[in-house]
């Protein structure tokens, strides 16, 4: 198997700090038939952020799209928590946007941002990514996503898709035309019907989800989900290991022993302790966010 990639991620406020209610292992891996690897991860438990991109596009345009969307929301998200707690931050102590919001306008941004550059690049023309990307607040998880990458929730043994795909494949099992089973043979698996990037403005789908002590949440690439099917995921995250980390490395493998055609990226995130908390730091924030 080939080196595991590691992730740039910069070194976030300390305020407020989930560290102690969650344990978060983030891992990407080329796979065994790409050149490089247009995957993008982020994480911090500090704040409780977890995001994967998946990009698409040209040669290596892809990768330029993954990477701008994971940095741009993640900066945007670090420091609006950092502005919301500072006491000189406009609004300060106002209540205001919540964390979904706060992700839509990320993201936003963040889609604006690839979409200049596919204009002003013509090596960039088309190039897009999917995402999805969480944000633990007050014992519950805001996820957004778009395209196929996906969330799943390991609670009581018991493994459920949290996100649902947009992509063609999915609309032809929601219309009826296919099952799930016909769906995991179809030449269709990787038509996407969204994507950041592609157009000046794209469409979130956020939900949000209430948690509990020990809830262990997957989000991964479709290097993974389509080549290992759910059963066998669960399972691996059913099996006690050393670590989360060796859990996280176990699914990629399963990748590349099923094919390893697509890049595989895989965060783990385990809930450990509550984290409510009453003061939190969307009660004062106040949309500073331009």
């Known amino acids: 198997m080939k080196d595991k990639q590691a992730v740039r991620l910069v070194e976030s406020s300390s305020v407020p700090d989930l560290s102690h209610a969650l344990e978060i292992v983030r891992l990407t891996d080329v796979g065994l038939m790409r050149s490089h690897n247009?995957?993008?991860?982020?994480?911090?438990?500090?704040?409780?952020?977890?995001?994967l991109a998946d990009g698409?596009?040209?040669?290596?345009?892809?990768?330029?799209?993954?990477?701008?969307?994971?940095?741009t929301i993640a900066a945007e998200i670090k420091e609006a928590i950092v502005m919301a707690d500072s006491v000189d931050a406009p609004g300060g102590g106002r209540?205001?946007?919540?964390?979904?919001?706060?992700i839509e306008e990320a993201v936003r941004h963040a889609?604006?941002?690839?979409?200049?550059?596919?204009?002003?690049?013509?090596?960039?023309?088309g190039m897009g990514t999917t995402l999805v990307v969480g944000l633990f607040a007050n014992n519950q998880l805001?996820?957004?996503?778009?395209?196929?990458?996906?969330?799943?929730?390991?609670?009581?043994?018991?493994?459920?898709?949290?996100?649902?795909?947009?992509?063609?494949?999915?609309e032809q099992i929601n219309a009826g035309l296919l099952s799930k089973e016909q769906a995991r043979f179809s030449n269709y698996r990787n038509l996407v019907t969204r994507a950041m990037g592609?157009?000046?403005?794209?469409?979130?789908?956020?939900?949000?989800?209430?948690?509990?002590?020990?809830?262990?949440?997957?989000?991964?690439?479709?290097g993974l989900s389509d080549l290992v099917e759910d059963e066998l995921i669960e399972s691996i995250l059913n099996t006690p290991m050393v670590s989360l980390?060796?859990?996280?490395?176990?699914?990629?493998?399963?990748?590349?022993?099923?094919?390893?055609?697509?890049?595989?990226?895989?965060?783990l995130a385990r809930v450990n302790a509550s984290?409510?908390?009453?003061?939190?730091?969307?009660?004062?924030?106040?949309g500073w966010i331009k």
């Not at 247009?38 to 995001?51: Q, R």
């Not at 889609?111 to 023309?125: L, W």
């Open 38 to 51: 247009e995957d993008a991860i982020a994480s911090d438990a500090s704040i409780g952020l977890v995001m």
């Open 56 to 71: 698409m596009g040209g040669y290596q345009a892809g990768e330029i799209a993954s990477e701008i969307a994971v940095l």
């Open 95 to 102: 209540s205001g946007l919540s964390p979904s919001h706060l």
């Open 111 to 125: 889609n604006n941002a690839i979409f200049q550059v596919s204009q002003a690049f013509p090596q960039c023309s």
């Open 142 to 170: 805001v996820i957004g996503h778009i395209g196929d990458s996906r969330t799943y929730r390991l609670r009581g043994q018991v493994l459920t898709q949290i996100t649902e795909d947009h992509s063609l494949l999915q």
């Open 198 to 222: 592609i157009e000046p403005d794209v469409e979130l789908e956020i939900r949000t989800h209430d948690v509990e002590i020990g809830d262990l949440y997957l989000l991964c690439s479709d």
């Open 245 to 267: 980390y060796d859990t996280a490395s176990t699914l990629i493998n399963l990748a590349n022993e099923h094919g390893g055609k697509d890049n595989i990226s895989v965060i």
């Open 275 to 286: 984290f409510e908390d009453k003061g939190a730091w969307f009660d004062g924030f106040f």
